[in-house]
């Protein structure tokens, strides 16, 4: 393993763990939930250190080295690249503990939002998918497949939660044009224009 591309993909994993310190709101507690969805977070770039360090032995036929290594490093970037343009988009912080009772105060359609209804989840997922590629392993793979699940179940949760507050009509429209995690195919600009 390069050890350049290491520490892209453990500086793309230190990105995203500031986010709760530089962006989101603090006004609630660490549940059980935030707990589940960061445990992957803090065990894959552990993972990705152990392999280099014990050199570990990736799954996949070592001819694919070079050119999983590159893509993996097209997909960092493409994470941190997203997770940036994210931030640059919200004015204001998003809670960051997921509560119950945590009513929604202004819906963003416009930016990275645009497209993607969850672009921070869809910059976390493509960290893991390049560490997947970076290193592949099995102690990768579950974690990629681990975030990918617990990221879904809190997206549709907090499309739930969105759909039933006040801003419930307008995010329906928006939801119907834009996809979850990657843009919606066949949804055209005009269509997502009108959710503004």
């Known amino acids: 393993m390069s050890q350049p591309v290491l520490l892209l993909h453990l500086l793309n994993f230190l990105f995203l763990g500031l986010l709760p310190v530089l962006f989101f709101r603090r006004d609630g507690r660490l549940g059980a939930m935030w707990w589940l969805t960061a445990l992957p977070f803090f065990l894959c770039p552990a993972v990705l250190v152990v392999g280099m360090v014990t050199d570990a032995t990736a799954l996949g036929p070592a001819a694919w080295d070079k050119a999983r290594e590159l893509a993996s490093v097209a997909v960092a970037v493409a994470s941190i690249g997203l997770l940036f343009l994210t931030l640059g988009t919200h004015r204001i912080p998003l809670a960051l503990w997921h509560q119950e009772n945590d009513a929604p105060r202004h819906l963003v359609t416009y930016g990275a939002h645009s497209r993607i209804r969850h672009p921070f989840y ?14 592949p392993h099995w102690g990768t793979a579950v974690l990629l497949a681990y975030a990918f699940g617990i990221l879904n179940v809190t997206a549709a949760r907090e499309e739930r939660r969105l759909s039933a507050s006040g801003f419930g009509d307008e995010y329906v429209r928006y939801a119907n044009v834009t996809g979850r995690f990657l843009p919606r195919p066949g949804a055209r600009a005009g269509e997502r224009v009108a959710t503004r």
């Open 122 to 135: 869809t910059s976390f997922l493509l960290a893991f998918l390049g560490a997947f590629l970076f290193f």
